[in-house]
């Protein structure tokens, strides 16, 4: 009996209910330290000098390192423009500057935890103050103040699309609509803040067990910095307590790394939630200027748009993040004539970077507003203006290149729109019925439609591979097969999902399936958990190896090894003037339909169900990609009405869960209504799509049309928190007026 397609209990389910399963937070030696941070008192500043002396003399201090005791004192995921330790006395240049109150600038080691909080009270920095800037317009104009060496303007990266003539495009268009769109930060809020432990291992190592998304970057990044040769540095995930993409780049590796590799003991440390917030990266605020064109009978002819995404003080992955909101600013439909500038600028700012859906919930909240907004300019129905529009195996993609094999939207809306209630289907047109309105005059409800397409996997010519080994062991019969995968389980079953595919693969069951993952001491590099790649990459991987292992079964070699490096598709860069490119190898789709009670009393927007069409390719596991699929809703949800991140002149003003709102079981929608549909992707392992980030990407602009069809207007900044929509409805005249 096949296990593709089987809801298997999750291998980790036993152990994290009956709390048995070690976090990082959980793991502790007999001669362990703990460390604390301090970390910049300014957002923009020169260190002139660092005073320890106190703080050494603390009984019970063992240690304080600062710039000088870092041996190569920069990291990045994308580029190396961070210090490790913000301070004077550093090799590298800029690295007594700190750009943003989440650098690091000394790290104190002592005996307990509250002896090293104690002790960082008393390090005393003197700090030369230095212009700031907040505001990534304001940081891209002539005399901003400059972040960062070769720089100019603070423009991180700046891509184009020019894509047929647009001197003649608008003149096609019999209706123009043009908008405005400002998303806002989101906190990852995973359960288990930042935490880890490093020390020496047997054979010498230097070894960091720690919450991480890609343990193999994290070993290059920590090798880096200690300038120790790669064998010499070793990573392990223990559980993770979910992700997002915030454990994406650095936070403790590298300085629990440092520490322990200096004193040659072990070295613990637990961020508080407080220091979470306020010290982890962020998704990108970004603001979008668009202007679409399009016939009287729908079809699109012109869009135009600037995207002007915050970066913060250092790069992360911001240069990859706008790359992705460059593209799908555009949406999944075929437009002929395109003028897209995408900026990503740096700030004083909290450092932004990935976070689910990568660039893509911003691009999409305008494009699919924009689509809305035309579908009802042109008086059409808005499944209807998009069936007109959405790409197809023979369409170009908006930067002017076929897109790979497989697209499925244009069946992903219909199934959607056919699957909600809301919309009947007549000789082959969508029309929608009306909407049950409360008795409750305060009270209007609305539907909402949007949709949406993301990469699965590395773009833009980013290396892409991933290694994967099957061990087959036995005499006469296959006793046990043996998985080594180096991919983070951070919440989201991937392990499970492995061993199924790996059991698959060889043919045994899965009782008879071990995984060793996630420890770069016993796995080749597998790349993040990330960008929707985990199932897709692995799963080739782990289907290469079996069949290498299998072959020399039969060849009666025992035991059995296979060692395959998958390497999907190659992409290509944005071409610098037109942006013309071969951005991914593969994509996943999702429409999403949203009904919305808006009470225009208050404001409060309660969403009632939400109807989610997920292109999942082959769904490995039913049970898991429900529940992504529902995950994803709820985090959109807070994304697209809740969470409401305030930063002022860099600094977070609400970094606790009492302040910084995410929904609860008591503000979730009433129905998530998962419909999974299964057009196997050309190249994916049994046919299977990347997926858990898609059904992020529609929700806030499902909601914001959901919130025009009940009330009249269009609000194009998120969230929609009810102050901002009790706001704009009095503005325009609906609700109770202010006395």
């Known amino acids: 009996m096949s296990l593709i397609g089987k809801s298997v209990i999750r291998t980790d389910a036993v152990g994290k209910v009956t709390g048995k399963t070690p976090y990082p937070s959980d793991v502790n030696f007999e001669d362990q330290l703990w460390m604390k941070i301090l970390f910049s008192a300014r957002s923009h500043a020169r260190i002139v000098s660092i005073d320890t002396s106190e703080a050494l003399a603390y009984p019970g201090v063992i240690a304080v390192f600062t710039a000088v005791d870092v041996p190569q004192n920069s ?29 690091n600038v000394a790290l104190v080691v002592a005996e307990t935890e509250e002896i090293a909080a104690a002790a960082r009270d008393l390090i005393k920095v003197e ?54 769109f400002h998303t806002a930060y989101q906190e990852h809020a995973f359960l288990q803040p930042e935490a880890g432990i490093g020390y020496i291992d047997d054979e010498g190592r230097v070894t960091v067990l720690v919450a991480g998304q890609w343990t193999h970057e994290d070993q290059e990044q920590i090798a880096h910095a200690l300038s120790l040769p790669l064998e010499q540095v070793r990573v392990i995930y223990p559980a993770v307590g979910g992700a997002f993409g915030g454990r994406e780049d650095m936070s403790v590796q590298i300085v629990l790394a440092l520490a322990a590799y200096k004193l040659r003991r072990p070295v613990k440390i637990i961020w508080s939630r407080e220091e979470s917030i306020k010290y982890h990266h962020k998704r990108h605020p970004i603001s979008i200027k668009a202007k679409w064109g399009a016939r009287k009978d729908g079809k699109l002819v012109a869009m135009e748009a600037e995207v002007v995404g915050d970066a913060g003080g250092y790069a992360y992955t911001s240069t990859k993040v706008l790359g992705n909101t460059n593209m799908m600013v555009a949406g999944p439909y075929e437009i002929p004539n395109a003028h897209i500038d ?54 170009l993609a908006i930067v002017g290149t076929p897109m790979p094999k497989g697209v499925t939207i244009g069946p992903v809306v219909e199934k959607c729109a056919e699957e ?11 029309e929608r019925l009306p909407v049950e309105q409360p008795a409750d005059p305060a009270k209007r409800r609305g539907v909402g439609f949007a949709c949406a397409f993301k990469n699965v996997g590395f773009s833009f010519g980013a290396p892409e591979n991933c290694w994967g080994t099957i061990e087959i062991h036995g005499d006469a019969t296959i006793e046990k097969v043996v998985v080594r995968h180096a991919a983070a389980e951070v919440g989201q079953g991937t392990h499970t999902v492995i061993m199924q595919m790996a059991a698959e693969a060889v043919g045994v069951p899965m009782e008879k399936v071990e995984l060793i ?41 025992r035991p059995a090894v296979g060692v395959y490096q998958y390497r999907p598709p190659k992409t290509t860069p944005y071409d610098p003037k037109t942006g013309r ?44 990609v429900k529940g992504q699929i529902e995950g994803a809703v709820v985090q959109a949800q807070g994304y697209a009405i809740m969470e409401n991140l305030i930063s002022m002149e860099g600094r977070i003003l609400n970094p606790y869960l009492s302040t910084y709102l995410i929904p609860t079981v008591y503000d979730i929608p009433k129905e998530v209504k998962s419909v999974i549909l299964e057009y196997a992707d050309p190249i994916g392992p049994w046919g299977a799509r990347g997926m858990a980030e898609m059904p992020f990407l529609p929700l806030a602009p ?7 069809d009940a009330t009249g207007i269009w609000i194009d900044r998120l969230p929609l928190t009810p102050d901002r929509v009790v706001k704009t409805l009095r503005e325009n005249g609906i609700g109770v007026a202010f006395s």
């Not at 990503?344 to 691009?363: E, H, K, M, S």
């Open 75 to 103: 990291y990045g995921l994308i580029m190396p423009d961070q210090p490790v330790l913000c301070g004077p006395g550093s090799d590298q240049a800029g690295a007594d500057i700190v750009r943003c109150y989440m650098d």
């Open 127 to 180: 700090y030369e103050d230095l212009p700031a800037v907040y505001d990534p317009y304001e940081a891209m104009k002539d005399g901003a103040p400059q972040l960062h060496l070769n720089t100019p303007k603070n423009i991180l990266c700046h891509y184009r699309i020019r894509k047929g003539d647009m001197g003649s495009a608008w003149q096609q268009a019999d209706v123009v609509v043009e908008g405005e």
């Open 342 to 395: 995408t900026y990503a600028v740096y700030t004083n700012n909290i450092p932004t970077g990935a976070f689910r859906g990568f660039g893509g919930p911003q691009g999409a909240f305008a494009a699919e507003g924009m689509m809305n907004r035309l579908a009802d300019a042109l008086g059409m129905d808005p499944v209807e203006v998009r069936r007109v529009n959405l790409l197809t195996d023979d369409k």
């Open 420 to 430: 909600s209630g809301y919309w009947q289907r007549k000789n082959d047109t969508f």
């Open 517 to 557: 993952a996630s420890d770069t001491a016993f796995t080749d590099n597998s790349g993040s958990v990330s960008a929707s790649r985990m199932t897709f990459m692995a799963g080739n991987a782990i289907r290469g190896a079996a069949e290498i292992a299998v072959q020399k079964w039969k060849d009666e070699d």
């Open 581 to 624: 490119s071969e951005p991914n190898f593969a994509y996943g789709y999702v429409a999403q339909i949203v009904e919305v009670e808006v009470d225009i009393e208050t404001g409060h927007v309660d969403l009632i169900r939400v109807i989610s069409a997920n292109d999942v390719g082959r769904a490995v596991n039913p049970q898991q």
């Open 702 to 708: 499902a909601i914001a049309d959901a919130i025009h």
